[in-house]
């Protein structure tokens, strides 16, 4: 596995990202919510640096079916709290094609959100296919596929606490493994 940002990078790109946060909103409260499950370990670290009152919440949405190309998008928000009249900000690992934080969106704004933002650890640096793009990102990536600090694959990685490019002879390994 390359090493592609480390544990010193990714202290100093989630507070960048917390500091320009606490910018635009202020004291505003807040109400964060968390695109599960791989903002999972962003979130945990992201929530303590904010500085505002915040109310903190999770969706669940998925789309890599297996793979490591996305495939059909499933959003559950059975655990969801309530956004009605409320500023929401979207916390997920990765925009990648876009269409999650683009669906997730919608849907707070359905549910009455006041305002919905966006904020990704990292910008996938690839063809994205919707129009929206995120309001605070802690790093632009090239289009390589990257697991830790919460991304995975095959709900494997999720708990390096770095981030590292698979190779391909590493993905067939990993999905070898996965079907013992
Ligand atoms: P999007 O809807 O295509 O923007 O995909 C976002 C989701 O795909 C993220 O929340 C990740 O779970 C997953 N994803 C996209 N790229 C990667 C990657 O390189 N590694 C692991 N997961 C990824
Ligand atoms: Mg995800």
Redo the contacts with the bound molecule.
């Keep these: 596995m390359r090493t592609l940002l480390s544990e010193a990078e990714l202290n100093a790109g989630v507070q960048k990202l917390a500091s320009e946060i606490d910018s635009h909103y202020g004291i505003r409260p807040l109400t964060v919510i968390a695109?599960m499950?791989?903002?999972l370990v962003l979130f945990a670290d992201l929530i303590r640096r904010l500085s505002m009152p915040q109310r903190v919440g999770v969706v669940q949405?998925?789309?890599?079916r297996g793979g490591?190309t996305?495939g059909q998008?499933q959003v559950d928000d059975a655990m969801m709290i309530e956004v009605k009249g409320r500023d929401v900000l979207l916390v997920?690992?990765?925009?990648?094609?876009?269409?999650?934080?683009?669906?997730v969106s919608g849907m707070m704004l359905e549910h009455g959100a006041t305002s919905v933002q966006t904020a990704v650890l990292?910008h996938?640096l690839t063809q994205?296919?919707?129009e929206m793009r995120p309001d605070f990102v802690a790093f632009e990536?090239p289009d390589?596929?990257?697991?830790g600090y919460g991304?995975?694959?095959l709900d494997m990685y999720r708990n390096l606490p770095y981030l590292a490019v698979?190779s391909p002879a590493e993905i067939e390994a990993t999905a070898a493994e996965s079907e013992t």
């Design positions: 695109i499950t791989g903002s949405a998925s789309s890599y490591t996305s998008l997920d690992d990765i925009f990648d094609t876009g269409k999650t934080l683009d669906r990292l996938k994205h296919s919707v990536i390589e596929f990257v697991v991304l995975d694959y698979l």
